[in-house]
Protein backbone atom coordinates (compact mmCIF):
# COMPACT_ATOMS: atom_id res chain seq x y z
CA UNK A 1 0.00 0.00 0.00
CA UNK A 2 1.50 3.47 -1.21
CA UNK A 3 0.53 6.53 0.52
CA UNK A 4 -0.88 8.48 -2.95
CA UNK A 5 -2.65 6.09 -5.88
CA UNK A 6 -3.46 8.94 -8.28
CA UNK A 7 -1.55 7.38 -10.88
CA UNK A 8 -2.68 3.78 -10.95
CA UNK A 9 -2.60 2.91 -14.87
CA UNK A 10 0.92 4.96 -15.19
CA UNK A 11 4.25 2.56 -14.95
CA UNK A 12 7.44 4.28 -15.08
CA UNK A 13 10.77 3.18 -16.78
CA UNK A 14 13.83 4.80 -14.82
CA UNK A 15 16.61 4.74 -17.04
CA UNK A 16 20.22 5.88 -17.18
CA UNK A 17 23.98 5.84 -16.27
CA UNK A 18 23.60 4.68 -12.96
CA UNK A 19 23.78 0.92 -13.42
CA UNK A 20 27.27 1.79 -13.94
CA UNK A 21 27.64 3.78 -11.19
CA UNK A 22 29.40 2.39 -7.71
CA UNK A 23 25.97 2.03 -5.43
CA UNK A 24 23.97 2.88 -8.63
CA UNK A 25 22.23 0.10 -7.90
CA UNK A 26 21.07 1.82 -4.19
CA UNK A 27 20.52 5.39 -6.16
CA UNK A 28 18.10 2.95 -8.76
CA UNK A 29 16.09 1.59 -5.27
CA UNK A 30 15.55 5.00 -4.31
CA UNK A 31 14.40 6.36 -7.03
CA UNK A 32 11.92 3.38 -7.55
CA UNK A 33 10.91 4.28 -3.88
CA UNK A 34 10.17 8.11 -4.68
CA UNK A 35 8.20 6.98 -7.34
CA UNK A 36 5.35 4.30 -5.98
CA UNK A 37 5.24 6.82 -2.95
CA UNK A 38 3.12 8.50 -5.31
CA UNK A 39 1.49 5.70 -6.91
CA UNK A 40 3.69 5.20 -9.87
CA UNK A 41 4.16 1.41 -10.95
CA UNK A 42 8.12 0.75 -11.91
CA UNK A 43 9.44 -0.90 -14.59
CA UNK A 44 13.36 -1.62 -14.37
CA UNK A 45 15.38 -3.78 -16.11
CA UNK A 46 16.24 -6.18 -12.95
CA UNK A 47 13.36 -7.07 -11.84
CA UNK A 48 13.46 -10.34 -13.55
CA UNK A 49 16.26 -12.17 -12.11
CA UNK A 50 18.90 -12.96 -14.63
CA UNK A 51 20.40 -16.08 -15.20
CA UNK A 52 24.17 -15.59 -15.29
CA UNK A 53 25.37 -19.56 -15.12
CA UNK A 54 25.55 -18.90 -19.27
CA UNK A 55 29.41 -18.39 -19.40
CA UNK A 56 29.22 -16.81 -23.32
CA UNK A 57 28.75 -13.09 -22.01
CA UNK A 58 26.85 -12.12 -25.24
CA UNK A 59 23.96 -14.20 -24.24
CA UNK A 60 24.20 -12.93 -20.96
CA UNK A 61 24.00 -9.08 -22.92
CA UNK A 62 21.34 -10.40 -24.63
CA UNK A 63 19.13 -11.75 -21.91
CA UNK A 64 19.87 -8.10 -20.01
CA UNK A 65 18.64 -6.49 -23.27
CA UNK A 66 15.34 -8.30 -23.41
CA UNK A 67 14.88 -7.75 -19.86
CA UNK A 68 14.89 -4.07 -21.00
CA UNK A 69 12.49 -4.54 -24.01
CA UNK A 70 10.27 -6.75 -22.15
CA UNK A 71 10.37 -3.47 -19.02
CA UNK A 72 9.83 -1.16 -21.77
CA UNK A 73 6.52 -2.99 -23.32
CA UNK A 74 4.37 -2.82 -19.78
CA UNK A 75 5.41 1.46 -19.22
CA UNK A 76 3.75 4.71 -19.98
CA UNK A 77 6.58 7.11 -19.88
CA UNK A 78 10.65 6.90 -19.63
CA UNK A 79 12.53 9.21 -16.65
CA UNK A 80 15.78 9.38 -18.49
CA UNK A 81 19.26 11.11 -16.94
CA UNK A 82 21.05 12.81 -19.38
CA UNK A 83 24.46 12.70 -17.15
CA UNK A 84 27.36 13.26 -19.66
CA UNK A 85 29.17 9.87 -20.02
CA UNK A 86 33.19 9.47 -21.00
CA UNK A 87 32.30 12.43 -22.44
CA UNK A 88 30.25 15.27 -23.77
CA UNK A 89 27.52 12.73 -25.15
CA UNK A 90 25.03 10.96 -22.63
CA UNK A 91 25.23 7.40 -22.19
CA UNK A 92 24.13 5.83 -25.49
CA UNK A 93 22.42 3.33 -23.48
CA UNK A 94 19.90 5.02 -22.00
CA UNK A 95 19.50 7.20 -25.62
CA UNK A 96 18.52 3.99 -27.57
CA UNK A 97 16.22 3.88 -24.62
CA UNK A 98 14.62 6.93 -24.83
CA UNK A 99 14.41 6.15 -28.82
CA UNK A 100 12.67 2.35 -27.74
CA UNK A 101 10.17 5.18 -26.04
CA UNK A 102 9.18 7.40 -28.15
CA UNK A 103 8.79 4.60 -31.07
CA UNK A 104 6.43 2.73 -28.65
CA UNK A 105 4.29 6.26 -27.85
CA UNK A 106 5.47 6.73 -24.65
CA UNK A 107 5.58 10.09 -22.62
CA UNK A 108 9.59 10.68 -22.82
CA UNK A 109 10.68 12.58 -19.95
CA UNK A 110 14.21 13.34 -19.19
CA UNK A 111 16.53 15.70 -16.62
CA UNK A 112 20.12 16.97 -16.31
CA UNK A 113 22.05 18.95 -13.72
CA UNK A 114 23.79 21.01 -16.75
CA UNK A 115 21.25 22.34 -19.41
CA UNK A 116 23.69 24.49 -20.61
CA UNK A 117 24.19 24.56 -24.51
CA UNK A 118 26.85 21.97 -26.03
CA UNK A 119 29.03 24.83 -26.76
CA UNK A 120 29.40 25.12 -22.90
CA UNK A 121 30.12 21.39 -22.17
CA UNK A 122 32.17 20.49 -25.05
CA UNK A 123 35.52 21.58 -23.56
CA UNK A 124 37.47 20.89 -26.64
CA UNK A 125 35.52 23.24 -28.73
CA UNK A 126 37.58 25.85 -30.73
CA UNK A 127 36.96 29.14 -32.16
CA UNK A 128 38.38 29.80 -35.09
CA UNK A 129 39.96 32.49 -37.38
CA UNK A 130 36.43 32.33 -39.64
CA UNK A 131 34.45 33.07 -36.31
CA UNK A 132 33.21 29.64 -36.22
CA UNK A 133 33.44 26.92 -33.65
CA UNK A 134 34.67 23.62 -34.43
CA UNK A 135 35.00 20.33 -32.72
CA UNK A 136 38.31 18.01 -32.60
CA UNK A 137 37.52 16.68 -35.65
CA UNK A 138 37.10 19.77 -37.47
CA UNK A 139 33.21 19.94 -37.92
CA UNK A 140 31.80 22.81 -36.94
CA UNK A 141 30.42 22.18 -33.73
CA UNK A 142 26.74 20.50 -34.22
CA UNK A 143 23.93 21.64 -32.09
CA UNK A 144 26.01 24.20 -30.15
CA UNK A 145 23.51 26.29 -29.29
CA UNK A 146 20.38 23.55 -27.85
CA UNK A 147 21.72 21.55 -24.58
CA UNK A 148 21.41 17.81 -26.13
CA UNK A 149 20.98 16.72 -29.90
CA UNK A 150 18.07 17.49 -31.67
CA UNK A 151 16.52 13.82 -31.12
CA UNK A 152 16.77 14.11 -27.56
CA UNK A 153 15.66 17.53 -27.43
CA UNK A 154 12.79 16.54 -30.02
CA UNK A 155 11.71 13.54 -28.41
CA UNK A 156 11.68 14.58 -24.45
CA UNK A 157 10.57 17.06 -21.83
CA UNK A 158 13.96 17.92 -20.25
CA UNK A 159 14.49 19.49 -16.96
CA UNK A 160 16.85 20.70 -15.06
CA UNK A 161 17.79 19.21 -11.75
CA UNK A 162 17.71 15.45 -10.35
CA UNK A 163 15.07 12.95 -10.41
CA UNK A 164 12.82 14.07 -7.84
CA UNK A 165 12.17 17.13 -10.26
CA UNK A 166 12.15 14.80 -13.20
CA UNK A 167 9.10 13.14 -11.48
CA UNK A 168 7.25 16.48 -10.07
CA UNK A 169 7.55 17.75 -13.96
CA UNK A 170 5.52 14.54 -14.85
CA UNK A 171 3.11 14.30 -12.16
CA UNK A 172 2.10 18.41 -12.61
CA UNK A 173 1.56 16.99 -16.90
CA UNK A 174 -0.46 14.08 -15.51
CA UNK A 175 -2.65 16.04 -13.18
CA UNK A 176 -3.08 19.38 -15.58
CA UNK A 177 -4.22 17.12 -18.44
CA UNK A 178 -6.56 15.40 -16.29
CA UNK A 179 -8.32 18.51 -15.75
CA UNK A 180 -8.00 19.37 -19.51
CA UNK A 181 -9.93 16.14 -20.47
CA UNK A 182 -12.26 16.54 -18.37
CA UNK A 183 -13.00 20.21 -19.31
CA UNK A 184 -12.55 19.51 -23.32
CA UNK A 185 -14.00 15.94 -23.19
CA UNK A 186 -11.67 15.14 -25.89
CA UNK A 187 -8.65 13.04 -25.79
CA UNK A 188 -5.60 13.97 -27.51
CA UNK A 189 -4.72 11.43 -30.72
CA UNK A 190 -1.50 10.79 -31.96
CA UNK A 191 -0.86 10.50 -35.80
CA UNK A 192 2.71 10.19 -35.37
CA UNK A 193 3.19 6.59 -36.62
CA UNK A 194 1.50 6.75 -40.21
CA UNK A 195 4.59 6.26 -43.00
CA UNK A 196 4.57 8.80 -45.32
CA UNK A 197 7.42 7.48 -48.35
CA UNK A 198 5.89 5.69 -51.10
CA UNK A 199 7.81 2.68 -51.92
CA UNK A 200 8.65 0.57 -55.08
CA UNK A 201 9.66 -3.05 -54.46
CA UNK A 202 12.88 -2.74 -53.15
CA UNK A 203 13.76 -2.03 -49.52
CA UNK A 204 14.40 1.14 -48.29
CA UNK A 205 17.98 1.42 -45.89
CA UNK A 206 18.36 5.04 -43.91
CA UNK A 207 22.00 5.80 -43.14
CA UNK A 208 22.56 7.00 -39.68
CA UNK A 209 25.36 8.42 -38.63
CA UNK A 210 27.30 11.17 -37.26
CA UNK A 211 28.61 12.07 -40.42
CA UNK A 212 25.50 14.62 -41.42
CA UNK A 213 27.35 16.84 -39.47
CA UNK A 214 30.55 17.22 -41.38
CA UNK A 215 30.86 19.51 -44.16
CA UNK A 216 31.19 17.03 -46.87
CA UNK A 217 27.88 14.73 -45.55
CA UNK A 218 26.61 15.46 -49.07
CA UNK A 219 29.46 14.26 -50.74
CA UNK A 220 29.80 11.24 -48.39
CA UNK A 221 26.24 10.13 -48.78
CA UNK A 222 26.27 10.08 -52.12
CA UNK A 223 28.91 7.57 -52.14
CA UNK A 224 27.22 5.41 -49.25
CA UNK A 225 23.84 5.44 -51.29
CA UNK A 226 25.48 5.02 -54.66
CA UNK A 227 26.76 1.49 -52.70
CA UNK A 228 23.22 0.71 -51.61
CA UNK A 229 21.39 1.31 -55.14
CA UNK A 230 24.54 -1.18 -56.47
CA UNK A 231 22.79 -3.92 -54.52
CA UNK A 232 19.15 -3.50 -54.17
CA UNK A 233 18.38 -0.91 -51.82
CA UNK A 234 16.76 2.29 -51.83
CA UNK A 235 18.65 4.57 -49.38
CA UNK A 236 17.68 7.59 -47.56
CA UNK A 237 19.86 9.70 -45.21
CA UNK A 238 19.23 12.84 -42.79
CA UNK A 239 19.90 15.13 -44.97
CA UNK A 240 17.40 14.15 -47.44
CA UNK A 241 13.33 15.57 -47.07
CA UNK A 242 10.89 13.35 -45.49
CA UNK A 243 7.39 13.37 -47.48
CA UNK A 244 5.02 14.85 -44.79
CA UNK A 245 7.40 17.20 -43.21
CA UNK A 246 8.01 21.09 -44.16
CA UNK A 247 11.43 22.33 -44.38
CA UNK A 248 11.59 25.73 -42.06
CA UNK A 249 13.65 28.32 -42.21
CA UNK A 250 14.56 29.25 -39.00
CA UNK A 251 17.36 31.92 -36.99
CA UNK A 252 15.92 30.12 -34.18
CA UNK A 253 18.42 26.74 -32.94
CA UNK A 254 15.22 25.37 -31.42
CA UNK A 255 13.19 25.59 -34.11
CA UNK A 256 15.35 24.14 -35.87
CA UNK A 257 16.29 21.17 -33.59
CA UNK A 258 12.56 20.49 -33.67
CA UNK A 259 12.35 20.61 -37.32
CA UNK A 260 15.58 18.37 -37.77
CA UNK A 261 13.60 15.77 -35.13
CA UNK A 262 10.52 15.95 -37.02
CA UNK A 263 12.12 14.77 -40.43
CA UNK A 264 14.67 11.97 -38.69
CA UNK A 265 12.33 10.39 -36.97
CA UNK A 266 10.09 10.34 -40.05
CA UNK A 267 12.99 8.56 -41.84
CA UNK A 268 12.99 5.98 -38.94
CA UNK A 269 9.49 5.25 -39.81
CA UNK A 270 9.71 5.17 -43.33
CA UNK A 271 12.69 2.90 -43.97
CA UNK A 272 12.17 -0.93 -43.54
CA UNK A 273 16.17 -0.96 -42.19
CA UNK A 274 18.67 1.00 -40.71
CA UNK A 275 22.47 0.82 -41.04
CA UNK A 276 23.71 2.82 -38.09
CA UNK A 277 27.32 4.43 -37.27
CA UNK A 278 28.30 4.16 -33.89
CA UNK A 279 31.70 5.44 -33.74
CA UNK A 280 32.96 7.22 -30.44
CA UNK A 281 31.58 10.84 -31.02
CA UNK A 282 32.98 13.51 -28.72
CA UNK A 283 33.73 10.62 -26.23
CA UNK A 284 33.80 6.88 -25.54
CA UNK A 285 29.89 7.17 -26.46
CA UNK A 286 27.95 7.02 -30.05
CA UNK A 287 26.24 10.46 -31.32
CA UNK A 288 22.95 10.67 -29.38
CA UNK A 289 20.88 11.46 -32.87
CA UNK A 290 22.00 8.20 -33.92
CA UNK A 291 21.60 6.46 -30.47
CA UNK A 292 18.02 7.28 -30.53
CA UNK A 293 17.33 6.80 -33.94
CA UNK A 294 18.63 2.96 -33.42
CA UNK A 295 16.28 2.79 -30.30
CA UNK A 296 13.25 3.76 -32.32
CA UNK A 297 13.85 1.46 -35.24
CA UNK A 298 14.22 -1.66 -33.19
CA UNK A 299 11.02 -0.72 -31.20
CA UNK A 300 9.30 -0.37 -34.41
CA UNK A 301 10.63 -3.60 -36.00
CA UNK A 302 12.79 -2.55 -38.20
CA UNK A 303 15.68 -4.56 -38.97
CA UNK A 304 18.95 -2.94 -37.07
CA UNK A 305 23.10 -2.77 -38.08
CA UNK A 306 25.57 -1.13 -37.17
CA UNK A 307 28.87 -0.51 -37.34
CA UNK A 308 31.90 1.01 -35.86
CA UNK A 309 35.44 2.25 -37.33
CA UNK A 310 36.85 0.56 -34.22
CA UNK A 311 34.95 -2.11 -33.24
CA UNK A 312 37.15 -3.34 -30.25
CA UNK A 313 35.67 -4.81 -27.10
CA UNK A 314 34.68 -2.28 -24.53
CA UNK A 315 37.28 -3.58 -21.76
CA UNK A 316 40.29 -3.29 -24.46
CA UNK A 317 38.94 0.01 -25.67
CA UNK A 318 38.46 2.29 -22.85
CA UNK A 319 40.90 2.74 -19.94
CA UNK A 320 40.31 0.76 -16.52
CA UNK A 321 41.60 -0.20 -13.58
CA UNK A 322 41.29 -3.74 -13.87
CA UNK A 323 39.96 -6.48 -11.98
CA UNK A 324 41.59 -5.58 -8.64
CA UNK A 325 38.90 -2.38 -8.58
CA UNK A 326 35.89 -3.89 -10.71
CA UNK A 327 37.34 -2.47 -13.71
CA UNK A 328 36.29 1.03 -12.90
CA UNK A 329 37.05 3.68 -15.26
CA UNK A 330 38.37 6.90 -14.48
CA UNK A 331 35.32 8.36 -13.44
CA UNK A 332 34.17 5.15 -11.44
CA UNK A 333 31.69 3.87 -14.01
CA UNK A 334 31.78 -0.15 -14.60
CA UNK A 335 33.05 -0.98 -18.09
CA UNK A 336 30.32 -3.11 -19.98
CA UNK A 337 32.23 -6.68 -20.52
CA UNK A 338 30.38 -8.63 -23.20
CA UNK A 339 32.73 -9.25 -25.77
CA UNK A 340 31.23 -6.33 -27.20
CA UNK A 341 32.69 -2.94 -28.67
CA UNK A 342 29.68 -0.92 -27.23
CA UNK A 343 26.72 -0.52 -25.02
CA UNK A 344 25.00 -4.03 -24.99
CA UNK A 345 21.58 -1.89 -26.01
CA UNK A 346 22.81 -1.86 -29.01
CA UNK A 347 24.96 -5.18 -29.19
CA UNK A 348 22.53 -6.80 -27.85
CA UNK A 349 19.38 -6.13 -30.52
CA UNK A 350 21.74 -5.67 -33.89
CA UNK A 351 25.02 -6.88 -35.08
CA UNK A 352 27.64 -4.55 -35.08
CA UNK A 353 30.57 -5.06 -37.64
CA UNK A 354 33.96 -3.88 -37.60
CA UNK A 355 35.08 -1.20 -40.08
CA UNK A 356 33.85 1.60 -42.47
CA UNK A 357 30.55 1.58 -44.66
CA UNK A 358 32.23 0.48 -47.41
CA UNK A 359 33.81 -2.29 -46.13
CA UNK A 360 30.42 -3.53 -44.12
CA UNK A 361 27.98 -3.09 -46.57
CA UNK A 362 28.38 -6.77 -48.03
CA UNK A 363 27.96 -8.21 -44.52
CA UNK A 364 24.19 -6.43 -44.22
CA UNK A 365 23.96 -7.78 -47.32
CA UNK A 366 24.25 -11.23 -46.58
CA UNK A 367 22.17 -11.42 -43.36
CA UNK A 368 19.20 -9.68 -45.30
CA UNK A 369 19.22 -12.44 -47.59
CA UNK A 370 20.09 -15.17 -45.51
Not at 51 to 74: G, L
Not at 118 to 146: F, N, S, T
Not at 274 to 288: K, Q, T, V
Amino acid sequence: MHQYSQYPDESLYIAGPECFYTGGSNSLAAMRKESEFYGFQVALPNDKKLDWSDTEPRDNARSIFQNCADSMAVSTAILADLESFRGTEPDGGTIYEIGMAYARGLRCYAYTRDLRPVVHKYQRAALKEDGKVYDLDGRVLPHMDIPFAPCIVGSCKIVEGKYTDCLKALRTDLDEERKHKAKRQTPAVDHSAEVTLEKGDKPVVYLAGPERYDPDAAEKYAAMKKLCEERGLVAITPLDAAPGVAEVESDDPYTKAYNLFDRWQQHVRNCDIIIADLSDYHGFEPNSDVAFECGMAWQLGKKCFAYMHDATWMRQRIAHYGEDKDNRDIYGNDVENFNYPVNLMFSGSMPVYGGKFEEIIDQVMEELNK
